[in-house]
């Protein structure tokens, strides 16, 4: 990495509780292209603050994670079409002080539904209806399933997503099942209050075919360890960070690193 200096590109992200893999992640390719960029994560006191030190200190880019998502979109001066679609963001570019937002966790949520070859005729329970549970809601439905029922205990947040897109809604699991269970909620995810706990009952679990767990961290949360226990085919929240972060990569510097480089990248997050 370069000694830091007047000239350096800053990227950062924004995170109720960041973690090192996206800095990890795309300081390792500025490395590896020998670019003068570095990137930092945050997690911020006042978002509207944050945002406006993206806009005023000339930052180029801005990840963000939960649970902002959905109030940055005031901050920005545009919505690319794919956070307008399913007003979610998770990516902000700067060019000259205009902010313009997107979203790549849809393109990661897609891609991965394919390369892992599920049915569309599969049946879902997607627990969560945030930000990142609008970008997956809209990715089903794009793939072309319709049997998904949306969890969550917000009613008027689990209604208006279910609604959105088709789907039914439940506050609670019950003793419900399905072919693919996803968790995006933060049930597992690392310095949370809930990081050694279930999203999904074992009953679930067992009777799934495929388990995705859209929380990165840790890479094996107790959901995809209770999968992998079980033998299910499981998607984990690591794959998704990878394929969100590239895409961010690529909108921020415009370049596309090889798929070699990318592994890379990925082995040297893995190593933390």
Same mark, same amino acid.
């Given at each position: 990495m370069p000694i830091l200096n007047k000239d350096m590109t800053l990227c950062i992200s924004l995170s109720a509780?960041?973690? $090192? $893999?996206? +800095?990890?992640?795309?300081? *390792? %390719? *500025?490395?590896?292209? &020998? %670019?003068?960029? #570095?990137?930092?994560?945050?997690?911020?006191? /006042?978002?509207?603050?944050?945002?406006a030190g993206v806009r005023g200190l000339g930052i180029r880019g801005c990840a963000v994670s939960m649970p902002y998502k959905e109030d940055v979109i !005031? %901050?920005?001066?545009a919505m690319d079409p794919s956070a307008k679609a399913i007003d979610s963001v998770n990516t902000i570019v700067n060019d000259g002080g205009r902010l313009t937002a997107y979203n790549? /966790? *849809? +393109?990661?949520? @897609?891609?991965?539904?394919?390369? $892992?070859?599920v049915p569309a005729e599969s049946s879902v329970l997607l627990k969560g209806a945030g930000g990142m549970a609008k970008a997956t809601a809209a990715a089903l439905r794009d793939a072309g399933f319709k049997d998904v029922t949306i969890i969550a205990r917000n009613e008027t947040a689990g209604r208006a997503l279910a609604g959105l897109y088709g789907f039914q809604w439940?506050?609670?699991?019950? &003793?419900? +099942? !399905?072919?693919?269970?996803? $968790?995006?909620?933060?049930?597992?995810?690392a310095g949370g209050p809930e990081a050694g706990s279930l999203s999904f009952p074992v009953e679930a679990v067992e009777a799934a075919k495929v388990v995705f767990d859209v929380v990165a961290l840790p890479a094996e949360?107790? %959901?995809?360890?209770?999968?992998?226990?079980?033998?299910?085919?499981?998607?984990? =929240?690591?794959?998704?960070?990878?394929?969100?972060?590239?895409?961010?990569?690529?909108? *921020?510097? =415009? #370049?596309?690193?090889?798929? @070699?480089q990318v592994r890379d990248a990925e082995a040297f997050v893995r190593a933390q």
């Open positions: 509780r960041p973690s $090192n $893999n996206g +800095t990890r992640f795309h300081n *390792y %390719l *500025y490395d590896q292209l &020998g %670019l003068n960029w #570095i990137y930092k994560a945050f997690a911020p006191t /006042d978002l509207a603050q944050a945002i !005031a %901050l920005v001066d790549t /966790d *849809y +393109t990661a949520i @897609e891609q991965l539904l394919e390369r $892992n070859a439940s506050a609670e699991l019950g &003793g419900a +099942t !399905a072919d693919l269970v996803i $968790n995006v909620t933060p049930v597992g995810m949360t107790p %959901l995809i360890k209770a999968a992998r226990a079980a033998g299910k085919q499981v998607i984990t =929240g690591a794959e998704v960070a990878t394929i969100q972060a590239l895409e961010q990569f690529v909108l *921020y510097t =415009g #370049i596309r690193p090889t798929d @070699e």
